[in-house]
């Protein structure tokens, strides 16, 4: 009786995992196609910056969080513009704004259901 049981459960779960690994076609393309927006190196590059800098950081981030990109590359223009940045803060303020320029040109093209 409890071989039977072991091996009905066996084949239970053979039978199921192929439902649990199946994928989905629809949108496979465009996760693919996504810009990631390296929000940790933007905000580790400030950690140890004044506290105006990271300030301007965190409210970067809440932009894109709210996928309000404009407001975003208005702010990084703000920490862009900031005289007293390190060459490692540069680097992740320029590449953020060109992640966030990339994600908004792919939202602006993606069309409305």
Avoid: H
């Avoid at 004044?50 to 965190?58: R, T």
């Avoid at 590359?73 to 966030?100: F, G, I, R, Y």
């Amino acid at each position: 009786m409890k071989m039977t049981k072991w091996i009905m459960i066996c084949l239970l779960a053979v039978a199921l995992v192929p439902a649990g690994c199946s994928k989905k076609d629809s949108g496979a393309g465009d996760q693919q196609a996504a810009v990631s927006i390296n929000v940790p190196k933007l905000l580790a590059s400030f950690t140890a910056a004044s506290p105006e800098l990271q300030a301007l950081s965190k409210e970067a981030v809440r932009n894109i969080q709210d996928g309000n990109y404009p407001k975003t590359l208005e702010t990084l223009e703000k920490l862009a513009a900031a005289a007293d940045l390190t060459d490692a803060q540069k680097e992740a303020v320029t590449e953020v704004a060109a992640q966030v320029k990339q994600t908004a040109a792919r939202e602006a093209a993606r069309p409305t259901q």
